[in-house]
């Protein structure tokens, strides 16, 4: 099956992105590298269904990596891929517009 056909560089860049998660998930493991359960506790309100899944769609497009630690039990590791380093820094920008206008935003749709 052909993969999508995307409009721009933004079209596709969305679709990586997109969703409630996936660009917190790249704002945790900007950090450092993490555990699925030390995902979850920092990313309070996501279910573990939608964080593994998330997970695997962002590992699906090269954006993370998922190392797997052979003892017992399992220790499952997330750590960002050059790419997902690139894709972090062109978020940067975006994350510092909302720094700039979150109080503003959130005192419109508090009027509204």
Not at 5 to 18: K, Q, S, Y
Not at 87 to 109: C, F, K, P, V
Request: negative net charge.
């Amino acid at each position: 099956m052909p993969g999508p056909e995307f409009l721009c560089g933004l079209d596709a860049a969305i679709d990586v992105v997109g969703g409630k998660w996936k660009a917190l998930v790249l704002w945790a493991l900007s950090v450092e590298p993490r555990r699925t359960g030390e995902l979850r506790r920092e990313l309070d309100g996501v279910s573990e269904k939608v964080l593994t899944q998330q997970l695997r769609e962002l590992e699906r497009d090269g954006i993370v990596t998922r190392t797997v630690h052979d003892q017992v039990p399992p220790m499952v590791v997330y750590s960002l891929t050059p790419r997902g380093v690139a894709l972090d820094r062109a978020l940067a920008a975006l994350g510092e517009w909302g720094e700039e206008h979150r109080a503003d935003i959130s005192a419109i749709r508090r009027a509204s």
